[in-house]
């Protein structure tokens, strides 16, 4: 029988960079994870061939291996921004991780493995390849790595009907479906979709052969809000520009008109009334080609595709058997509902500052090292649920900026952020004093206090309200 410190189930991602740090912190720990797929890195394992981190590589990965090399690309879409890794890319990264963290002696990854649960003689694991059952003694604690997994076009269920005669592919298929002089439906509301009409428009299709299902629309961050290291301060900025509108909004829908006024967010169509928002972002260069695409659908959700027609929740629209309609409908990160990051025996990763999936991992596993009881553990890693609507974006800010300020007063816990490479504020250190960071510092700390407070009563409202 095998025996562990530590089981991760789950070995993308979050499962790496808990791992990671963890050994980095206990040099003597051992730990064993297993993942249902056939190798480390997740989602990334069956993404779609042309998606990219939409994130800089700079704050990305484990804390302990850097990816990428941190430039600044000169050329292309990305031009003035920090470098964002392939899919490919990312998969050799994490391949390159998972072999270093092997190499401890201390880390075993069993791929292929999955886990059922606990059994009689300790944690049950599947080896997928013979269907042979094994038994895992852990002593110290179950990582759940998979509590926020990710639902990706190749390997989701579409939630809809396909009738015989209609063309429907799952957006991974799509060069290899692409022809020339074919008509293309995208499906779908998120950073999937918008990837999915970039693709079509940088290959050459004309954008009125392109329709869009869109359920929702969506708002989208500017991509220079979140570039790192020299350019940290367009990140002070962006979060400065956060904490003066939630202070000075008079309700939830002028805190959008506050934020779309302030360049903080904007919307493919201003004229629509946005109310997705998943912390996504765009470039003005993918803004601009994508309101080139007029033929929006807005009648809900997709309910069956027939060869000529497509029935949605709130009516239907014309297709014919010629349109490809590429499937862009999985969810993508998972709305799982908030559970105590540390719980006896067992620790459940997930959010804590917002847009930093790699880094709330590695830090849960700074505070797991941590000479503190699971309510102190759980005040530095109160989890923060993934947003999906405009109603979330009070929370999910107030959180994030209420945990920092615990961080801060640890002084273990913030030797640690101000350190790592996965903070994406890292850098700030270093251009404090530039006039334009500084004024955004100031603005952030002017207004962070009251921002709070008023986010708290927004939040309440809304409750009340949907009570
Ligand atoms: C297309 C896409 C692009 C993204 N881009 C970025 C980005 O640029 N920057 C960023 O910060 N975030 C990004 N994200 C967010 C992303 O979710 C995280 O970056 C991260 O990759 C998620 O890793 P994870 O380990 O939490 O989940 P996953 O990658 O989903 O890994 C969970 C693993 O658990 C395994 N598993 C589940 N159940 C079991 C079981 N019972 N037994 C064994 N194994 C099991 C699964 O097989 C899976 O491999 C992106 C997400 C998507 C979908």
């Not at 993508?332 to 559970?339: E, M, S, V």
């Amino acid at each position: 029988m095998i025996s562990t410190d530590y089981l991760v189930v789950g070995s993308g991602a979050s499962g790496l960079a808990f791992a990671d740090t963890l050994a980095e912190e206990e040099p003597d720990v051992e730990l064993v994870l297993v993942d249902r797929r056939h190798g480390p890195g997740g989602h990334w394992l069956d993404a779609y061939p042309f998606v990219r981190l939409h994130t800089p590589s700079a704050y990305y990965g484990v804390d302990s291996l850097p990816l990428g090399e941190d430039r600044i690309d000169g050329s292309g879409e990305n031009a003035g921004f920090y470098e964002r890794a392939t899919g490919a890319e990312v998969r050799d990264y994490f391949a390159e991780v998972a072999s270093r963290l092997t190499q401890t002696g201390r880390v075993r990854i069993l791929t292929e493995h999955e886990h059922l649960g606990r059994g009689e003689h300790g944690e049950q694991v599947r080896d997928l390849s013979t269907g042979a059952l094994h038994q895992i003694e852990v002593r110290r604690k179950l990582v759940d790595a998979r509590y926020l997994e990710a639902s990706v076009p190749a390997t989701h269920r579409p939630s809809f009907d396909v009738a015989a005669g209609a063309h429907v592919v799952p957006v991974n298929e799509l060069p290899a479906a692409a022809r020339s002089g074919t008509s293309y439906t995208v499906l779908g509301s998120g950073k999937t979709a918008v990837d999915a009409c970039i693709w079509l428009l940088d290959n050459g299709v004309a954008p009125d052969r392109i329709q869009w299902v869109r359920p929702r629309d969506h708002w989208f961050h500017h991509r220079r809000h979140f570039q790192p290291l020299d350019l940290v301060g367009e990140i002070m900025e962006g979060i400065s520009l956060d904490a003066e509108a939630a202070a000075e909004a008079a309700d939830g829908e002028d805190l959008f008109d506050r934020l779309e006024e302030s360049g903080r967010l904007v919307r493919i169509d201003p004229s629509a009334r946005a109310t997705m928002y998943r912390v996504t972002m765009l470039s003005p260069r993918e803004i601009d080609a994508l309101r080139q695409i007029d033929d929006v659908v807005r009648l809900g959700r997709v309910q069956r595709i027939e060869a000529d027609r497509i029935v949605l929740s709130h009516g239907e629209t014309d297709t014919s058997p010629d349109v490809l309609h590429v499937d862009c409908t999985a969810r993508g990160l998972r709305n799982a509902p908030a559970t105590p990051v540390f719980q006896p025996g067992k620790i459940v990763l997930q959010q804590v500052r917002q847009n930093s999936p790699a880094f709330n991992a590695a830090l849960t596993a700074v505070v797991e090292a941590h000479p503190s009881e699971d309510p102190d553990k759980n005040r530095l890693c109160p989890p923060n649920p993934y947003p999906s609507s405009v109603d979330d974006w009070p929370a999910l800010n107030r959180r994030t900026w209420q945990v920092e300020q615990r961080w801060l007063r640890d002084p273990d816990i913030s030797r640690w952020v101000a350190e790592s490479r996965l903070n994406l504020l890292r850098g700030l250190p270093d251009h404090a004093a530039d006039p334009p960071v500084k004024a955004a510092i100031e603005r952030f700390l002017t207004h962070v206090g009251p921002a709070t407070e008023r986010l708290r009563e927004l939040d309440e409202r809304r409750s009340v309200g949907s009570g």
